[in-house]
């Protein structure tokens, strides 16, 4: 059974710091690329960060500077370190992951293969 448990949301206040977890199990991992979305109340879901198994990353704008995303292939585990947090960063996240053929899906919402519940993430003022 494929599953994306995403873990490690919580309430912090602006500037503090979060990091969440996606546990992957079910899948080869190595095969996928594993994507952070999020989505906020009323807004679409969009992507956050990504990372393929070589470490190649990519980030929305918004995360340039402030989140990293990283990977332990040992542990099937996908890391998203979220330092100095804007009440704007208020959403659900949620990981996913698309096989490495299709890695142009890698940003798009309809595009991947398996997807995780969320974890949600509350940043006050």
């Known amino acids: 059974e494929v599953q994306l448990h995403a873990s490690g949301g919580g309430l912090v206040q602006a500037g503090g710091s979060l990091r969440l977890s996606c546990q992957a199990s079910g899948f080869t991992f190595d095969d996928y690329i594993i994507t952070w979305f999020r989505q906020a109340p009323g807004q679409e879901r969009e992507g956050v960060a990504s990372?393929?198994?070589?470490?190649?990353?990519l980030y929305a704008s918004f995360a340039k500077g402030r989140f990293t995303i990283s990977s332990d292939n040992a542990v099937n585990t996908v890391y998203l370190q979220m330092r100095s947090l804007k009440p704007e960063d208020t959403a659900d996240y949620y990981c996913a992951a698309v096989s490495l053929d299709r890695k142009r899906a890698r940003w798009s919402v309809g595009g991947m293969d398996f997807w995780g519940k969320g974890t949600q993430v509350t940043v006050s003022s």
């Open positions: 990372i393929a198994s070589d470490k190649s990353t």
